[in-house]
């Protein structure tokens, strides 16, 4: 993707438009507080920082998300990638700290989410999604859209952020299968991924167990946390993962239930440091 202005509100012209598109709201290339609420909502989808702003991370995670895009935008030509462990391993390991919840849900920040902790708000995240009904046959988008607005309308009165998933379990008549689950968190796993990788470009030569640390990192605090943890991106720099242990920590005042994700982040950063004095195979990942 070409490299693109920094949006905030007060942005008007092509590229406000553009992000409209990605959004699904009103194209008005205008970036007022009804755009600004979206992109934070987007952003918190996408586990980025939700500061209403759209910069290069931001950028980053709607690549591939523009309709057209534009002429002059050549193919990327390389897609960042992980190890086949790490890609193989990630399902189970994210589910153990986020469980799996096959319908939609609010979230304890009251956002519409669904799979692994996978956020479908707005609503235009919800509709390409594999939704099947209950009978098996698949879901159409009206039937997408209506579900997805009765969680909206019934989250203050049901108070449904804080009773958590089960609350909305008798609301829902839709559901991802096992299958259209993995499906939503590769396609978030491919997006971290392709942020990460261009702030650390020697990404794919990290150990399997530094990326997966990383890349639970990411799915807890966004694919940008780079911007938040500047002593852990400095230790990453040179590949310095016994040094980047000490530093991947989750503030577990701020983010409740990170306690064990935390210990494994640790854990899987220190089995990269032996990894590389051991001349272990990079692509081999140990349990954790």
Partial sequence: MSIRPLLAVGSRGPDVVCWQRVLGVATDGVFGPNT?????????????????????????AAEGAFVPPPPSTPPPAHTAKAWPSVMETFVRFSAEFEGVISWMYADSKGFTTIGIGCLIDPLSLALPLPFLRADGTP???????????????????DDLARLGAKASKRLCFLHLSPTGIEQVVAQRLAANIRIIARRFPDFEAWPAPGQLSILSLAWACGAGFYEDYPKLSAALDPKDFAEAALHVDINEKKT?????????????LKQAAESVAQGRDPGVLLPV
């Fill in 139 to 157: 879901a159409s988008q009206a039937d997408i859209t209506a579900e997805w607005q009765l969680i909206e309308r019934m989250k203050v009165p």
């Fill in 256 to 268: 409740k239930g990170v306690h064990l994700r935390n210990l494994a982040n640790v854990a899987l």
């Fill in 36 to 60: 600004a609420r979206a992109t934070r909502a987007w952003q918190e989808a996408h586990h980025l920082k939700a500061d209403g702003k759209v910069g290069p991370a931001t950028w980053g």
